[in-house]
């Protein structure tokens, strides 16, 4: 078969997994207890690999409050030498089944959403969501944060454990839904988060401290994007490792470098730099405040969402700068760069088009398009969290390595 | 002003095209963008994949 026959079944192949695969969540526990492979010493972070002493403000300040909430330092002090003493090892999340918002940063204390792909028997992995602010995942770090995470993952996880045990929630149908209500699922989960809520509702309130839960989420509008990345990443997975196949399988970014997976190249990382995202800051911000794009939620556009479903939600496009026509304008080119149409996410305003999906790197390649990501920004000094929300880009040069890679493997 | 009805062809972006629709204008959709910038060795894959 010629080569250009062997891609293309390939990507067929690869192409039907991610558009069949599903994501129901199964379970809530200990990243230590549930994560294959995860050790006592490991530190997981979002984007490809990148060590501690590298690592942008906001990300080494997450790893700092991280090992202080494990119990494993008493200081944020103590944290920043202890993390750079070598006794602890970094991955990234993905290389781990796992993906986490922003900072990513996931150690084994700290409670997890288990995702499975039912239809391709594989599990996905992601830290709680703590609502916006002083948090975590934007390097801050302090009592409120701490206690905050404490309940988490005394209080909230086993809840939700209990919750999820007694009836598994479909989430791939949630997100769908959502689509046609106006989320893209990056910016906006007005929707989605409280179709989850709806869900939930009753097994939580049953608990003595249902209440307390319930609440927590209620007020956390992106309360679902915790729940929908673990989700989308479960359906790429499965896609991933598909011989010959030229669809991208991961996007993610860790302030420093945007690195991408390539289904028949399986686990080797391809990088650029990071870009700085354009978009609209909140008051008294601008770009020369901001870090650079970092966090693993680029697995939204990796399924289909986020700005892959830019149509479906022009209020997001208006948030960032733009109007309904460029909503419009973003699907419409990224269906040049992708193998096909998404099943199960279809968007109103296209006469329910499937959103495209199947990233595929040769069209990127040839086209020179971008997967438009939409994308929080971040201060590029920790803890001071979100400054404003726009849209960024893989580098080309991740994509460019890629395919010298792809045509030194398959003998071009 | 012409005397005949304006016919227009739009090559490439669509800027122009919704102010002309809104005017009644017929317009052609031409797609084209400028040819994309890449390093020769990629020039040099895509070529053979395009084979």
């Known amino acids: 078969m010629e080569i250009g026959e062997e891609i293309e079944q390939a990507n067929r192949e690869a192409f039907d997994i991610m558009n069949t695969g599903n994501a129901v969540l199964v379970d809530f526990d200990l990243a230590g207890k549930v994560i294959p492979g995860m050790k006592e010493n490991y530190i997981l972070h979002a984007g490809p690999p990148v060590e501690y002493r590298n690592m942008i403000e906001s990300m080494k300040a997450a790893v700092q409050g991280a090992l202080v909430f494990d119990g494993k330092a008493d200081t944020i002090e103590q944290a920043d030498r202890m993390a750079q003493s070598g006794d602890f090892v970094f991955r990234p999340c993905h290389e781990l089944s796992t993906v986490g918002p922003m900072a990513g940063i996931t150690t084994p204390g700290m409670y997890v959403a288990v995702v499975e792909n039912t239809a391709y028997r594989n599990r996905t992995y992601c830290n709680l969501h703590e609502g916006r602010g002083a948090i975590l995942r934007f390097g801050a770090t302090g009592k409120e944060v701490n206690d905050r995470l404490h309940w988490m993952n005394d209080v909230m996880g086993p809840a939700l454990k209990e919750s999820v045990r007694k009836k598994p929630i479909d989430l791939k149908a949630i997100a769908a839904e959502g689509v046609q209500m106006g989320d893209e699922l990056h910016q906006r989960f007005k929707a989605t988060s409280l179709l989850f809520l709806t869900s939930i509702a009753s097994s939580l309130l049953e608990q003595e401290k249902g209440m307390e839960v319930y609440r927590f989420i209620a007020e956390r509008e992106q309360f679902f994007l915790n729940l929908s990345m673990p989700a989308m990443k479960a359906i790429a997975d499965a896609a991933d490792g598909v011989k010959y196949s030229t669809l991208v399988t991961r996007m993610t970014r860790n302030g420093v470098n945007f690195g991408i997976q390539v289904s028949g190249l399986k686990g080797k990382w391809f990088t650029g730099p990071a870009e700085v995202p354009k978009g609209l800051y909140f008051m008294g911000f601008s770009q020369n405040d901001a870090a650079g794009d970092f966090g693993d939620s680029a697995i939204m556009e990796t399924g289909g969402l986020g700005g892959m479903a830019s149509a479906a939600a022009p209020a997001v496009t208006r948030f960032v700068g733009g109007n309904a026509k460029d909503a419009m304008r973003v699907t419409e080119e990224a269906y040049r760069i992708t193998h096909g149409q998404s099943r199960d996410f279809q968007i109103p305003s296209l006469d329910f088009r499937g959103t495209p999906l199947g990233i595929d790197m040769l069209k990127v390649n040839e086209t020179g398009i971008l997967p438009s990501i939409n994308t929080g920004i971040a201060h590029r000094k920790a803890g001071i969290g979100q400054i404003g929300a726009g849209i960024s880009h893989p580098p080309i040069e991740a994509f460019n390595e890629a395919l010298r890679e792809f045509a030194r493997v398959y003998g071009l | ?51």
């Open chain 2, 1 to 51: 002003m012409a005397q005949t009805k304006l016919k227009v062809i739009n090559v490439g972006t669509e800027w122009f095209v919704p102010f002309l629709e809104e005017q009644g204008v017929n317009v052609l959709r031409v797609e084209w963008s400028p040819p994309v910038e890449r390093p020769s060795d990629i020039t040099s894959i895509l070529r053979k994949l395009r084979k």
